[in-house]
């Protein structure tokens, strides 16, 4: 089992950033990817950046130049710099891992933390 624990989010102008932060424990020894989803009302969820053990990150298009993903392999953190924050960037944002099983992929989520944008 793999524990996810945000912090971070809240409300926020037009324009403003925000950090979010997710601490990784329990059976962390053979996560790979971490990464951060978002859910807005009324929306699906869906992926905002994730990143490798290695370095390797990826963003959905609407994000790139605004957010920024790191890691700390030795802490078993996963960050998100949020910059130029707009009004459909507010959502409920999850910290992600998964674990490949002999079953499938097994994902993990955080509690979800709110972020608002609105002036």
């Known amino acids: 089992q793999v524990q996810l624990v945000e912090s971070g989010g809240g409300l926020v102008q037009p324009g403003g950033s925000l950090r979010l932060s997710c601490a990784a424990s329990?059976?962390?020894?053979?996560?790979?990817?971490m990464g951060w989803y978002r859910q807005g009302s009324g929306k699906e969820r869906e992926l905002v950046a994730d990143i490798t053990r290695y370095g390797t990150a990826k963003y959905t298009d609407s994000v790139k130049g605004r957010f920024t993903i790191s890691r700390d392999n030795a802490k078993n953190t996963v960050n998100l710099q949020m910059s130029n924050l707009k009004p459909e960037d507010t959502a409920v944002y999850y910290c992600?891992?998964?674990?490949?099983?002999?079953?499938?992929?097994?994902?993990?989520w955080g509690q979800g933390t709110q972020v608002t944008v609105s002036s």
């Open positions: 992600n891992t998964f674990k490949n099983t002999w079953s499938g992929r097994r994902d993990y």
């Open positions: 329990g059976s962390t020894f053979s996560i790979d990817v």
